[in-house]
């Protein structure tokens, strides 16, 4: 098998990784806000390599590195990681939407609804931007998402944005990385 060892041949992918803030409890207990954000960088970049070189350095010297987190990695690695990004910040491209839950219709708190709602809005942004920069492919990339019916949501929410004409027919895959 021929692996590319460089940035030659490669397709230009748009990576977009989600994450959301605050919690889906509409309760008194919950939280004011519901945050999705996405952060998204096309591939080739040389961020790419410098991250990667950056991780094998940090395992090479004693620091077990399975991942970059920017919660709960340690001090000196997040730093380092966060000065890396600033360097490239040209290269990335962040969307937020941000809602406050108290405004919601009842109807629209269910995660059937919400999800599209949300995750279409802030995709449509977020893929427009990525294929006026050249992407000719998505890998779209998610929290683990613990509940099942909730990673359910977020595909299908996806899928059904992609279907329906909201995002434009291209290539993608949904991925649920730590």
């Keep these: 098998m021929n692996l590319p060892v460089g940035n030659e041949n490669v397709t230009r992918y748009a990576y977009i990784f989600l994450d959301e803030s605050?919690?889906?409890?509409?309760g008194s207990s919950g939280t004011r806000y519901l945050v999705l954000?996405?952060?998204?960088?096309?591939?080739?970049?040389?961020?790419?390599?410098?991250?990667?070189?950056?991780?094998y350095h940090c395992i090479?010297?004693?620091t077990d590195v399975e991942c970059f987190h920017c919660y709960h990695g340690r001090w000196p690695v997040r730093s380092a990681v966060f000065n890396l990004i600033a360097e490239h910040l040209?290269?990335?491209?962040?969307?937020?939407?941000?809602?406050?839950?108290?405004?919601?219709?009842?109807?629209?708190?269910?995660?059937?609804?919400l999800y599209p709602w949300m995750l279409g809005f802030l995709l449509r942004h977020a893929l427009s931007e990525e294929l006026a920069a050249g992407a000719e492919g998505i890998i779209v990339i998610t929290d683990t998402i613990p509940v099942?019916?909730?990673r359910r949501a977020v595909e299908k929410s996806i899928k059904q944005a992609v279907?329906?004409?909201?995002?434009?027919?291209?290539?993608?895959?949904i991925l649920h990385h730590q």
């Design 148 to 150: 099942n019916r909730r």
């Design 37 to 55: 954000t996405s952060v998204s960088i096309l591939r080739p970049s040389p961020m790419w390599g410098r991250l990667d070189a950056y991780k």
């Design 163 to 173: 279907v329906s004409g909201q995002l434009p027919k291209v290539t993608y895959r």
């Design 22 to 26: 605050g919690n889906f409890d509409f």
């Design 60 to 62: 090479q010297t004693g």
């Design 90 to 113: 040209d290269n990335i491209r962040i969307s937020c939407a941000v809602s406050e839950k108290e405004g919601f219709a009842p109807e629209m708190r269910e995660d059937k609804r």
